[in-house]
Each structure stands twice: as C-alpha cells, then as structure tokens.
C-alpha cells in the first residue's frame, strides 16, 4: 500500500502543478491557480500520516517505509525549484513571460550555481534522514531498522556526491573560451577591399596573391 501511494503522490504532484499553472496562466484564474500549487504540501502530509499509521499498526519497518520518508524529504527540498523551474517556461510560453534565466556556464558564477543545487539536495537528503531516524526511534530498538539505517546511508551518500561536484566547480572553476580579436578588413580609397581590383579577383600586381575561394579553406 505504501508503494502504491508514493505512486499516486508522484502523479497527484505532476496533476496538481499542471492544472494550477493553466488555471493561472492559460484560464486566466491566478488565484485558484495558487490554491492548487499550495496544495501540493498536503500530498507528503498524507503520506507520511500514512506511513506512521502502518508502523504504528505494527508493520515492520522496510524499504517501502524508507523509500516514503526519502520521498517526503526530497519533495520538501526539491518540490519548490521544480515548481519555479515549471513555472518560468509556462509563464514564458502562455503569458508572454521573460525567458527563462539559462544557469550560468563558467567561473564563479557557474560555482555558486552548482553550490546552491547542492544545499537543495543536501536539505532535502537531511530531511529523508531526519524521518528515518524519526522512524527508527518510533519503532524502538527491539524493532527491525536495518532497512531504515540503509537509506539512511544512502542519502549520506546523495550529500557527499553533491559536495564534491560543488567543490569541484569550485577548485577547478570552468574556464570561458577565449575568442581571438576580430579584425576588420581595410579598404583602399574607393572602398574596395585592400588589396582588390575593381574588374576582377586580384592578379598578383596590386599588392597581393590571389585569394582562394571560401568554400576551399
């Protein structure tokens, strides 16, 4: 059961966000709009009263348990951006919105990006582990947790991979391609090309070899 409603959750979120974007954009109707966007909360308030119903049943804690508390946790800190980030592109593409802002490609900037990707899932990698110790203690010691301390290790493992890739933009800063300065072409004083005649291609007696078709360099 606890399967199939992250399921039903995962949808309901896409359904939710979709009907409240047309409702503000395309329908014209902001408010109702943003009474559907918040209701996005109430989906990871039902399922975790859910998942404490069952182990409070008396249900062995498992990876079904866990992998709801990881959802939970990486909705509350990945649930806002994604909104945003759906929001910028429906707003631009059905109300006449500014384009969406393309992230940064290099230096400090680009570093600073990677580093705030980084805290969202590293908020959101915390709070999956904060309800799997919530459950863990729930359950008490004489329950059965090892399948809770193993997503508990694997959103440690979330946070470390995100740090590194932010360090690593941040020791090793992406450089921009360096563009050689564009030179202009002269021109004699009858505004031809330097180095033209005016009948035809050069022939080599007004200063300069004849030039090669573009289409052969």
Request: proline residues 8%; charged residues 20%; glycine residues 12%.
């Amino acid at each position: 059961m606890i399967v199939a409603l992250i399921i039903a959750c995962e949808a309901a979120f896409w359904v939710l966000l979709a009907a409240g974007l047309a409702f503000r954009y395309v329908f014209r109707m902001p408010r109702l709009g943003l009474a559907l966007l918040l209701c996005e909360p109430l989906l990871e308030v039902v399922l975790f009263a859910v998942t404490a119903i069952d182990l409070r049943n008396g249900a062995e804690p498992d990876w079904r348990h866990g992998l709801a508390a990881v959802y939970i946790g990486f909705t509350v800190g990945l649930g806002h951006s994604t909104i945003t980030w759906v929001d910028a592109r429906v707003a631009h593409r059905w109300a006449g919105g500014p384009p969406p802002v393309r992230p940064p490609k290099y230096g400090r900037a680009r570093a600073l990006h990677e580093w705030k990707v980084a805290g969202r899932w590293t908020v959101a990698a915390l709070v999956a582990a904060a309800l799997l110790q919530a459950a863990a203690w729930y359950v008490g010691a004489d329950g059965e947790t090892d399948s809770l301390r193993a997503w508990q290790l694997r959103m440690l493992w979330v946070i470390g991979i995100n740090l590194v890739i932010a360090g690593s933009y941040t020791l090793f800063p992406k450089a921009e391609p360096k563009t050689g300065p564009r030179t202009e072409p002269t021109t004699d004083p009858n505004g031809r090309p330097d180095g033209g005649t005016q009948g035809g291609p050069d022939d080599g007696t007004n200063g300069g070899p004849e030039r090669e078709p573009a289409k052969m360099r």
